[in-house]
């Protein structure tokens, strides 16, 4: 493994020295964070070595307000977009960047793109929002954004950098999955390579929690309640009915992670489907058969599968349809159609519901922890981007806000290792087999 | 600063080669963890150096289910004792521990003590009570304990190691504070010093989150989320009113966590006041003047106070008062009484509201995300004392778990450090002044 | 429209006086409800004129514990069983008839058949369980029905009664729907011809709100709750996408209340489709014109559509559909389906996004007004079933507990008359057109 | 019983045809109310015999949209004022009120007065909040009132009058307590007096249920709801500790609804107490005596006490007490403190918890069940204002929407009747005996 490069970009050298604000100085003067600390990334030690050295390639720098920063407070004028897919918290983090910003730095111009990267685009023609304390007080109880998001448009750099220029922003806040955070560091790398001095920070936002170097994204833990809801009803559902059989599908398109924690919250899941676990549906130790054997001895079974999990049996099932049925690409929909064949064949009767709880999870409002978490996100954010940083995230490692370079955050995925303590801990807490005909095959 | 000592105690060498279970075990054999996997404890980095080596003193063991155990499944008798006050989680850390005996480990004998440390004591004649998983497994449902707890009882340590004797129990878990984990860990000792084979495992519980070597502790989360509700009805109170003054008193007797994150999750707060920094109440810069203020400019105002806060208003008010009035030992009470002579003097009409949630917050059911805490908790707990590891509480490090010896996690408690990020974060979030009458004075 | 029959069927004359219970007597004695007390039903009074006299054909008898009673206690054996769809609060009508039984009357022989009328059918083999307050005390705090549930077996009277001479029952309390209480009636009187002493009991059970002769049915309020997040949802998905639409399909076959009661609640709501209004999709003033002349004005739009609604299109569908494909059932998805045909013609871009809460609802445990309406209705059937009634349901009319024969109470349905009162405040709530597209003709 | 008088007053004969407005009409033509409809209030029936005529004195007036108005929607000002406590659902009134003014009539003249009554009064010099669609469109996610409110000031109706002929007002909302109600009323014969054409309509607000000719208040259900919560809680710390005892106090000056409503909900309430119903604490049958005894057998127990019950122990306190102590007018504190006593006197172990969870409840948001119910009351007093109506509340009897003039509505509480089916159903749910010591004594 190639070692992570931690090194942080910034605009230039930070000069101006915070002023004191009046009654709080004593507080603030103690509490700000040199640019000489750090956190060490890798801490796993086996017998008696560790990756871990103190060089500069596994350091991360920490997040927080510096002493000085690199934007005169009354010059600043800052932009705000959300990208992407709702996710729970974008409201309190938009929240947090214009109090921040307001009271903390006495910035108090911001301006917020709608619709995501579209509000960049002439084309769509959208005018910015202005962003208020007055405007985002209660925002937080809502879901969703109150800048509405879309998706793509991470290209047309030129353009977004002609916006940025024409409205003379000069900071900016990118709320977005790692496709979001690819186009502000292009954002950032096209600023620099004009001249401009625009400091681009990104928020990481993947409800699916698999972001590398982010410990938890935000809007997870929230994400993970509401899936417990659902299975908590499929399992009454399942376990009411004559072979009753519930599946719960849930958001996980290359990670299984919320699936996996809604599992271990709930105690009432039977089989837990991921991407990152292969698993067989004919055969003695498919999931079929096996599911045969648990109605046969306790009536009732739950399925809890991520929306990544399983693909390859779609794509046969695409090969031998011509039609190219659509609905296909649905793995909870896939399974509900398999368990139905297998049984009608079987004559054995099931009573069968299928959940799909994914836009319930994504427009909830963030519950109390993630609003803290999300509160600290946007403020650090701010910090960030007043000190001149630039091209980077604020992400949470070993419980550290701390910054990560843009391009090292996307540079893989975060994904269950089917080898180590979590998955470990799902399948003891599901005591779910291995779904695999062959013994000897790797799990994954 | 005297270095930690990580050092673990075990009752001997594991050798019982864990058995291979089924369908499962290509899962399992993968992901054992050996004895000499460790997690660094210090992270810090700062210019360049840091306090962090690779020597024994700064590692800390992983938990984990390990590939030899001490105890022959089918010999282990296992006790759980649950002390002190409520807290949310506490009956799913119970379910998991008995989950996984069983489950994982067929150990299929435990034994519930009833109301805490008591239940060792023949003089409170509390029969245990046999736990199975048809017991408990709906119990994460329910706030509160199944086994009942009480408070106290920490001695009495030869008659506790008799009652295991008797009973025949090789394996304690015990779920408190501080000081249930001091007695857990002297029934450890009196066991060795007999010569008896028993395994003793905490798992802290703190819901004030003032454990040290504690990253977050279990009900912590849930707890927040209960104290925000209050805070907003104090919030709706006062806002609706003319000059509302809400207090919200939550628990912290000497750390304010609970009322930081609570103020930073729902932003109503304008004073957040804790046991770590000093505040004066009297004096132009202090709370009653200032709320007097903020009266004034915006007709509302709500204090959150830990009820740890403050206590030196309190003594005073017992020396000054003959008949040692018993209520005075509340701050919120204080508070309310103190806040209402000064605008009664001034002739100031106020309107105020004083919510005190405590037993509201500890007897909740734990939210999905602590549920998922103390279900992997609980099942650590066993993997730990199956291995014959004892004298050491479970704890959640940097995201991993790990084993902390008593000795250590009991020398000193957590606190609120004013001069770091956190109270930083939250004095940014509620825009509270330093209420202190000489600005010279630290703030603590 | 022909004058309703209220008169009631009794067993025969009660004899055995309630014996007084200790401490509590003098409470009970002065409570008792007698036969003669009744309660007008039809309460409307227009110019003057009423159609309600005070003869027998429009007097409700009251419900309620009487002075004498039929049963001896001591020889009750009851039996229950819950049948078809799950709905929020039949574990709380389980446990109220169990309650009331054993500490009010003292009668301690209670057996709960298992899934539905299958329970009594010898072919399934399912033994029925032994209901105690041990057994049901915490059972109100889950949803679904401890004793599971099944569709149809409503025929199969004479096994049926078979099954409860064999078991000496000679109480029965049957809650379910329409379908349910027909088959409780069918073997109330098979029981009479046999001369049988068996008292028949239903306590309605309609999700949907949609039986005549019951005010509200248990559980809709929990399920305009639930209906009501998932609304939500749909809103902040729709309004924070560009040109989003969100489609909310909720329970309602024949009759609109869940959709019409949501759409109060929550507001946000701009179409209501219901079974009993018919509306158009295509021409000037159709659903689909209205939806993007709003689009373009508002830039989203939330629907809320009652599975029983625009049933005639998917006739049609089928017909024209020779594959029969049976996604077409589902009025969402057509819905779906259609909108996303016309504007994808129109080169318009939406956002829609189609949620379906039915299981979520469903499976919810009872919110504490349904809980105490629950309770009521329980003890309310214990006190008819001891007094020797039977072929009756309980209802609450008017905010009275009554008697209503069965054969009355499933007559007709109770539906929402587009010309009263109910539809014109929930046409006024969302601001909906008609969306007819000749105006002449009539709503319905 | 001196015969209820239904009359209703009216400003003049509403001449105004309501417009046809544009696509609705349809819908809207049908459902309009005549001033002939009436509900008959009476309809109880016993031995043949009912207080029910069909003369004016027994028919309530049907409320509704009428389909000639008196007011001419272009020269309508209205005016809306909250009074008194908080109480779940005030937002979700003055939404209503606004929405149906702005987007039924056409009425776009709105001014809140701030601070209940005060907001008339020139020494407060609290200017009128104007009220649009905008700013109320989602305050219904919000607990208290927008408004602000304050109790008292329910004289000065000259000055009242005064404010109102300055802003030109002609339609005045009151939503509030009897007291308010009272001062509407006033008003509106002050108005008559000086031949002003003021509509006055009251929205009834009781918290406590307490209001005749009102079924059930708005915000009572989630009155209801919260203190679920708070017995749970109770419930919870009392069984988990040795002799565990819970008070929860709730709201109930006059009448006991919310403690009889939430008993029956959650079946954990040992003991309720409530003003209609004398309670003795001393003596073997007297309420102390019993918990021991509760104690002894069950080993915890819970009481949820009304704040207006017991009130007579109090008084004698008070005069006991020569120094006056305030703290006794608290029957939850003054439980406690009696029974503290009587355990320690008996040198019996206790585990007392107290919990007051009175503002938490009455600053909750609206559930959706009032939140339907409050619009549904607000539109109809619009609905009542445009036609001319005055002096009157809205309110829902044996669930329809009617008129009760305020004289009537304040002319005596609603209780619960200890010899109803309420009570009995109450006390039959918790089990609890008469806590008199004389057994012959009436219960109140």
Chains 1, 2, 3, 4 share one sequence.
Not at 130 to 159: A, F, M, N, Q
Not at 169 to 174: D, S, T, Y
Request: net charge neutral; proline share 4%; hydrophobic share 40%.
């Amino acid at each position: 493994m190639k070692e992570p490069d931690f090194s942080i970009s910034v605009l230039g050298e930070p000069t101006i020295q915070m002023s004191v604000i009046s009654e709080k100085q004593d507080v603030w003067n103690t509490s700000y964070v040199g640019d000489d600390q750090y956190v060490l990334y890798d801490i796993a030690v086996t017998n008696g070595k560790s990756e871990a050295g103190i060089d500069r390639s596994s350091l991360i720098e920490k997040a927080g307000p510096r002493g000085k920063v690199y934007f005169e407070p009354a010059k600043v004028h800052a932009g705000v977009v959300t990208c992407g897919g709702l996710c729970p918290g974008l409201n309190d983090v938009i929240r947090a960047i214009v109090m921040t910003l307001w009271y903390r730095y006495n910035a108090k111009q911001i301006s917020g793109f709608r619709y995501g990267y579209r509000g960049f685009l002439s084309k769509f023609n959208l005018p910015v929002m202005e962003l208020t304390p007055d405007v985002v007080t209660k925002i937080h109880r809502l879901g969703g954004t109150i800048l509405g998001t879309s998706r793509g448009y991470g290209d047309c750099i030129e353009e977004k950098v002609d916006t940025l220029e024409r409205l003379n922003i000069n900071m900016l806040f990118a709320i977005g999955g790692d496709g979001t955070q690819k186009g502000a560091l292009d954002i950032s790398d096209e600023a620099e390579k004009r001249g401009l001095k625009i400091a681009v920070i990104g928020i990481p936002k993947t409800i699916d929690n698999d972001l590398n170097f982010v410990q938890k994204s935000f809007g997870f833990q929230t994400a993970v309640s509401r899936a417990v809801d659902a299975v908590d009803s499929a399992h009454v559902e399942a376990h009411d009915a004559i072979n009753g059989i519930g599946i719960v599908k849930v958001m996980g398109r290359e990670s299984g992670f919320i699936a996996a924690h809604t599992a271990m919250a709930i105690n009432d899941v039977n089989y837990v489907l991921i991407p990152e676990v292969r698993f067989d549906l004919d055969g003695e130790n498919g999931l079929l058969a096996n599911l045969e054997r648990r109605l046969e001895q306790r009536n009732h079974a739950v399925i809890l599968v991520a929306e990544g999990a399983g693909q390859e049996y779609m794509e046969d099932s695409r090969t031998s349809d011509a039609s190219g049925n659509i609905q296909f690409n649905d793995i909870g929909v896939y399974l509900k159609e398999r368990i139905r064949e297998y049984f009608k064949k079987k004559e054995i009767e099931i009573n069968m519901k299928h959940i799909d709880p994914s836009y319930m999870i994504r427009s909830a409002p963030a519950n109390p922890n993630d609003s803290t978490y999300c509160a600290r996100l946007g403020a650090h954010a701010v910090h960030a981007d007043m000190a001149g940083k630039t091209g980077m995230i604020i992400s949470l490692i070993h419980s550290q806000f701390v910054h990560v370079p843009i391009r090292l955050a996307i540079s893989s995925r975060k994904r269950i290792d089917p080898h180590k303590e979590l998955w470990r801990d799902v399948t003891e807490a599901t005591g779910q087999p291995l779904l695999l005909q062959e013994r000897r095959k790797k799990p994954c």
